[in-house]
């Protein structure tokens, strides 16, 4: 079983940044790949950025290209998301989660049914 912790979210204007973290742990985590999805409400949940746990390798939503960034700290089992240049439009419940099987296609990196757990989530709110 491996728990996933968001923390970082808030409520901000627009044009400051955040910074999410995303700690996971549990006896048996060897993560694959980790990545934030968020939801804003009467919307589905959307992909935001992934990245492979072990190359680095990053992949982004064409909405946060440029502005977003994420990383991953291997030692810490933690993934972070560098929120810059926020928008109204960026306002929802962020979420994390990983991946505990081999990726063979990163598109799977993509879509929620290529994630085995989930964060409970953490409010991103932005004011106008």
């Known amino acids: 079983q491996v728990q996933l912790v968001e923390s970082g979210g808030g409520l901000v204007q627009a044009g400051d940044s955040l910074r999410l973290s995303c700690a996971a742990s549990?006896?048996?985590?060897?993560?694959?790949?980790m990545g934030w999805f968020r939801q804003a409400p009467g919307k589905e949940r959307e992909f935001v950025a992934a990245?492979?746990?072990?190359?680095?390798?990053?992949y982004y939503a064409d909405s946060v290209k440029g502005r977003f960034t994420i990383s991953r700290d291997y030692a810490k089992n933690t993934v972070y998301l560098q929120m810059n240049s926020l928008k109204p439009e960026d306002t929802a419940v962020y979420y994390c989660?990983?991946?505990?099987?081999?990726?063979?296609?990163?598109?799977?990196?993509?879509?929620?049914?290529?994630?085995?757990?989930w964060g409970q989530g953490t409010q991103v709110t932005v004011s106008s």
């Open positions: 990245v492979s746990w072990s190359s680095g390798l990053t």
């Open positions: 549990g006896r048996s985590f060897g993560a694959y790949g």
């Open positions: 989660a990983v991946r505990t099987r081999p990726v063979y296609d990163s598109r799977s990196l993509y879509y929620r049914p290529g994630y085995d757990y």
